[in-house]
Nanobody, 126 residues
Framework: QVQLVESGGGLVQAGGSLRLSCAVS????????MGWFRQAPGKEREFVAA????????GYADSVKGRFTISRDNAKNTVYLQMNSLKPEDTAVYVC???????????????????WGQGTQVTVSS
């Protein structure tokens, strides 16, 4: 059974940093692209960042470009999201996901991901 478990969320002041982790089990982690999405109360789920199966290519939403960095450690079956210069509008539940297709590149469409974690809350105070 495939499991994705996020950690690293919390409360931080504007301008601060957090590093999210997503540990994956039950699947050949290194074969699948991974993504981070977020959902704020009353809003739809939105794409944040994604990384190809090899880690060679990454993609970011315009709202986080230059502030967030996605990376992966295939030896540890873990994907990370380093978040710097956080803003109150970054407040949301952050969820990681694994792409459906093996050896694929990253994608921003959540419909192309088949396994999802439960999420971790990130709250940025002003």
């Amino acid at each position: 059974q495939v499991q994705l478990v996020e950690s690293g969320g919390g409360l931080v002041q504007a301008g601060g940093s957090l590093r999210l982790s997503c540990a994956v089990s039950g699947r050949a982690f290194g074969d699948y692209a991974m993504g981070w999405f977020r959902q704020a109360p009353g809003k739809e789920r939105e794409f944040v960042a994604a990384i190809s199966w090899s880690g060679g290519t990454t993609g970011y939403a315009d709202s986080v470009k230059g502030r967030f960095t996605i990376s992966r450690d295939n030896a540890k079956n873990t994907v990370y999201l380093q978040m710097n210069s956080l803003k109150p509008e970054d407040t949301a539940v952050y969820v990681c996901a694994s792409r459906r297709l093996r050896l694929s590149t990253w994608h921003s469409n959540p419909a192309l991901y088949d396994y999802w974690g439960q999420g971790t809350q990130v709250t940025v105070s002003s």
